[in-house]
């Protein structure tokens, strides 16, 4: 890590990127850390063990590993985008699942696909994982992905399709991920939720709403049930709806209260 003039604290350098690698999984190993770190397995260790100290990380067992906790959100509290608003999310999402037990997540876009920020598998007795943070969902495939692409704006729709289509081998293939997108965006915007049912990942399906901060969107709110499970679908819209109304309020307000504060 290079330096201007000043000497830096080596510890926190590391501490810091240890935060780095482990925000792109959802558990990551000792061992995976002292290798992308070049640091022995102690000091991995001792690292670690500060950090699950300070509420930033926990051990998930002997043999499992560790994640970062949502403590680390709060590290970014001083930026004005998704951070400002994740107290609210996160308070109304765990709102929901204690309300219809079903695990809520947040997801924020990542170039060109949707990947979870929050999580409310800890809290529900129906998770269908043990964690999904980090975890990349496409486009047209999920209802994440799915509920950004048909609500975002029109420029950036083409700017996500051009993303699509750059894994395409030819020219038809192009076009057909076009024509995909398209319909994908049409049946979106008529339902008026994303949603994720079909032979992708069969044994559950998904819901989500866009989640926007006044006129910007954020992100997307999400909400997952097991196929097979009698479950009244229009009262879960209607409570993922509520839900993200809820968070919009509260995030407008709370960005009143910030723009109100007197400078430092």
């Not at 690698?21 to 500060?50: F, H, I, S």
């Not at 950004?148 to 894994?167: I, M, N, T």
């Not at 049912?197 to 006129?215: C, E, F, I, K, Y």
């Amino acid at each position: 890590m290079t330096t201007t003039g000043q000497k830096t604290v080596r510890a926190v350098e590391r501490a810091l990127k240890i935060l780095e690698l482990m925000n792109r999984a959802p558990v990551v190993k000792v061992q995976y850390l002292a290798e992308q770190t070049d640091l022995p397995a102690p000091t991995v260790v001792r690292l670690l063990e500060t950090l699950v100290g300070a509420g930033y990380v926990q051990k998930l067992g002997r043999q499992a590993g560790y994640s970062v906790t949502d403590q680390v959100a709060k590290l970014g509290a001083g930026y004005h985008g998704l951070p400002q608003v994740f107290d609210v999310v996160r308070k109304e999402a765990e709102a929901l699942t204690r309300r219809t037990l079903w695990p809520a997540a947040l997801a924020t876009l990542d170039v060109d696909a949707l990947v979870i920020r929050f999580s409310t598998i800890p809290m529900s007795p129906l998770s269908h994982y043990g964690s999904a943070i980090n975890r990349r969902m496409s486009l047209l495939d999920f209802a994440h992905g799915r509920a950004y692409l048909a609500f975002c704006s029109a420029e950036e729709r083409r700017h996500l399709v051009a993303l699509l289509q750059q894994s395409a081998s030819s020219a038809e293939e192009a076009t057909a991920i076009a024509q995909r997108a398209e319909s994908v965006v049409a049946l979106t915007r008529a339902s008026g939720f994303g949603e994720r049912v079909g032979s992708n990942q069969p044994d559950t399906h998904s819901l989500a709403l866009p989640l926007r901060m006044g006129s910007k969107l954020v992100g997307t709110l999400g909400i997952t049930y097991f196929a097979r499970s009698n479950v009244d679908v229009a009262a879960l819209k209607k409570q993922l709806r509520a839900t993200v109304m809820a968070c919009e309020k509260g995030a407008l307000a709370n960005a009143r209260q910030l723009d109100e504060q007197p400078a430092a």
